[in-house]
């Protein structure tokens, strides 16, 4: 689950995105995908409490895995309250940034509770320390390293499948909506 996680955003961006569009007019779409690597800071943060404390996997709850202290809802609240916060200069009303950033985080969290390269988060913390997990998806990271192939497969699928709809939709303008082909412009023009 490294590469997985963005495109999943970016497959999960372009279905809110083409409803967004269609009921405010506006697309903040990005922010989901943006947010596709967010609970994976704690990587950072446990290590942090790795070298103080010298134990694993959190702050907030002991885990099994090497990090996952933000793989819950708490933290999913806490970041999507300062991604709101943070993009209020770009005018972005505050419930609207809360939603997509939640979604974006909230979508890793699924997803990594599908896989079994995890050996289960405690997601409900801070209502409840238990470790859950589906281990649906299968976890080799069969593909040069970086992903797996099936896991892979599904998002690139989903990418897809919401390409389809809106070009069906909105035909291909809703390309030149995109975060990245705004970019894209800004930076070559
Ligand atoms: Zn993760």
Redesign the pocket.
Known sequence: ?IVE?LIFGIGIGLFVGLASHKIIGKDHSWIIAASAFS??IDIAGDLLHWLLYGTIGGFTVEGTAFH?SY?NIGFLFLYATIVAIALRPMRIPLLESFGLAALGFGA?LVE?GLTTC?PGYAYLWPFSDRELGLFILPCERDLLGIANTETLLLAIMLVALAAAIRTRIEGLAWIQRTALYRLFNSTMG
């Open positions: 689950m996680h609970p994976d996952g793989h890793h990594d995890v």
